[in-house]
């Protein structure tokens, strides 16, 4: 029938239908086995914080910061910001809730809405949900790699890699990485001390090549000169491949900080190559910094970032704490596995479909039916008088494994008529929800 919706949802937003959900379901349950496997437990935040946590964390002159926030006046005349990033509020809770006076290091995970006033695209979307792990506490390259280790065995159960650790590489050539179905790209960012040197270095050689840089980047030259190098437009490349390189000015701790972490990650054969054009965009990242990339998904083809934020838990107030971590968005990472062909298991089929025929059927069929799903099986039955024929139709449009048929023939003995939807073979059971229970194929 024709109608006249109220409102449609805001852009940049989905509905996530049934059929759907339950594929972000699985790769969310694989998460959390996941993260529990690493040690890791779940943290939750609030949805909105007090904008300056925001502001101060990701820095004022980010672009998330200047251009993306969701930020509204409570009634309390608060500036609040929605959810714009994972990190700085697990930050938060790790210093106003007390887990920095518990046993280090802390471990925890979190899947939770981000909110970015972006231009919305494929894979990108201004409510997303994000998966991320923080670890505080190591300062050691042990932690940078873990994180990335938990990475690739994410993408190694959900099918987007064929990665298995153990298989050693060459850290200087890893020649294999071009070909890999992922790859990890490490940068350093080195520590506040020696980034502050080559951030003189890097203006003072882009300053000259202005007005060969695109709109953006002119903006971001003075107060974010690194992300310059990050730029995507193709006009900024001849300029930003010829720039200062972050790992020629490392001091002699982060030099050797970027080295571990690149042994580490050849031993334990984790394809990689140095790109010195990852910088991420926030900045509290220190020293490591990666991404992992698919050299299959065309411009959208990072699934994952994080690194090093070693300075971010004393900038929020708290003593030195060191920090690494990552994020991804899980609905990007569905776009990925489909676009791979990778399958991703939707809806869990129904057990049983209880067909009925007549007011007298529907009225043995009822307790049955909820006696079953206290038994722990997925049962259903018809509300709205249909056909056995459209019933059966019904019943295969849900995926039921079986149909028990209950009509005055079966009720005059005291049975239902039990057909496997897979075979087609059909089978008599007493009218009983237990011995219909023992007839179905064991539940998982």
């Not at 007390?98 to 979307?125: D, H, N």
């Not at 050299?295 to 929020?316: A, E, K």
Request: hydrophobic share 40%; glycine share 10%.
């Amino acid at each position: 029938m024709p109608m006249q919706l109220l409102t449609n949802r805001p852009r940049g937003t989905t509905d996530v239908l049934p059929g759907e959900v339950e594929k972000l379901h699985y790769i969310e349950g694989v998460m959390r086995r996941l993260a529990h496997q690493f040690g890791y437990a779940e943290i939750r935040t609030p949805v909105f914080e007090h904008t300056e946590l925001f502001s101060r964390a990701v820095g004022e002159a980010t672009d998330i910061v200047q251009k993306e926030m969701y930020t509204f006046n409570d009634r309390g005349d608060r500036s609040i910001t929605l959810r714009a990033e994972g990190t700085a509020p697990v930050v938060r809770a790790f210093l106003e809730d007390g887990l920095y006076a518990q046993p280090q290091p802390t471990k925890v995970y979190y899947i939770c809405p981000i909110f970015r006033y972006e231009r919305p695209q494929a894979g990108r979307l201004r409510q997303h949900t994000q998966f991320g792990v923080e670890v505080f506490g190591v300062a050691g390259a042990e932690a940078d790699v873990e994180v990335i280790m938990l990475a690739m065995e994410l993408f190694s159960r959900l099918g987007l890699t064929e990665w298995k650790p153990g298989a050693k590489v060459d850290a200087k050539a890893n020649a294999a990485a071009a070909e890999a179905d992922l790859v990890v790209h490490i940068n350093s960012m080195g520590c506040p001390t020696c980034r502050a040197t080559y951030r003189e270095k890097l203006v003072a050689y882009l300053e000259p090549h202005a007005d060969e840089l695109c709109e953006t980047c002119r903006e971001r030259l003075h107060r974010n000169p690194m992300r310059v190098l990050d730029c995507k437009n193709p006009d900024c490349h001849p300029v930003t491949s010829k720039a200062p390189g972050m790992l020629d000015h490392l001091c002699d701790d982060c030099r050797a900080h970027f080295q571990r972490v690149r042994e580490l990650l050849a031993r334990f054969g984790v394809p990689f190559v140095v790109d010195t054009r990852i910088v991420r965009g926030l900045d509290y990242y220190t020293k490591t910094v990666f991404e992992i990339q698919s050299p299959h998904l065309g411009s959208q083809n990072t699934v994952c970032g994080g690194g090093r934020y070693d300075g971010l838990v004393q900038m929020m107030g708290g003593d030195p704490v060191p920090g690494v971590g990552f994020g991804l968005g899980i609905e990007r990472l569905v776009l990925h596995l489909e676009a791979l062909g990778k399958a991703v298991p939707g809806a869990a089929p129904v057990d049983v479909f209880l067909a009925t025929m007549g007011p007298a059927a529907v009225d043995a069929a009822l307790p049955i039916l909820y006696q079953l799903r206290h038994a722990g099986y997925a049962a259903e039955t018809d509300y709205l008088g249909r056909s056995l024929k459209s019933q059966m139709k019904y019943a295969g449009r849900l995926g039921a494994r079986f149909v028990a048929i209950i009509g005055d023939d079966e009720l005059a003995k005291g049975v239902v008529t039990l057909k496997d939807m897979a075979s087609g073979q059909q089978s008599e059971v007493r009218l009983d929800a237990a011995e219909l229970g023992r007839a179905l194929a064991p539940r998982e």
